[in-house]
């Protein structure tokens, strides 16, 4: 259970951290609780089960408050025998690039740092790198989403939309 709202700001080294669900914790309280969260962490895509809305992320950062972790959890007296075991190894660890393009055994290797099982050889499957054109299915449904979202541009990104498919009709 988090009691302590601050305790996210643990989260802020997670990039690519999209989903939260704090809801069921004491911390989920008070009327600047969401906007809060989001200012903290404002690469969520869903709160609580709720999508994010770019306009509720622009009100986040104005009005939501500005967490810091308490001092005896910022301050480097810690000595390396009382840290995490992990914390250790994600220091030595060189970051990932890209981790679309690991190696099956670049994973594993991280899982084994991370004392996780490997991936067996049966399951993995190398991620599939679309070309240009593709299905007509395919097709159908990325146009679906473009005009779907097409709907939600104020005149500005519409303009800059235009641009780009005038370039990209040029190409072609």
Known sequence: MITNLADICYLKHLPNLRTLWLSDNPCAVGDRYRLTVLKTLPNLHKLDNIAVQ??????????????HLPESSRSPSKSSSQRPQSAKKDKDRSPVEDPDK?????????????????????????????????????????????????KELDV????????????????L
């Not at 067996?120 to 190398?126: A, I, L, Q």
Request: aromatic letters at 2%; hydrophobic letters at 35%; proline letters at 5%.
């Open 54 to 67: 770019v306009e509720e992320l622009n009100d986040a950062i104005e009005q939501g408050l500005d967490l």
């Open 102 to 150: 690991l190696t099956l055994e670049q994973t594993n290797k991280i899982r084994e740092e991370l004392g996780l099982k490997p991936v067996p050889t049966e399951k993995y499957s190398p991620v599939k790198h679309y070309r240009p054109g593709g299905s007509k299915a395919r097709q159908a449904n990325l146009l679906q989403a473009a005009l779907c979202l097409v």
């Open 156 to 171: 500005d990104s519409l303009e800059a939309v235009g641009n780009a498919v005038k370039d990209r009709l040029e190409a």
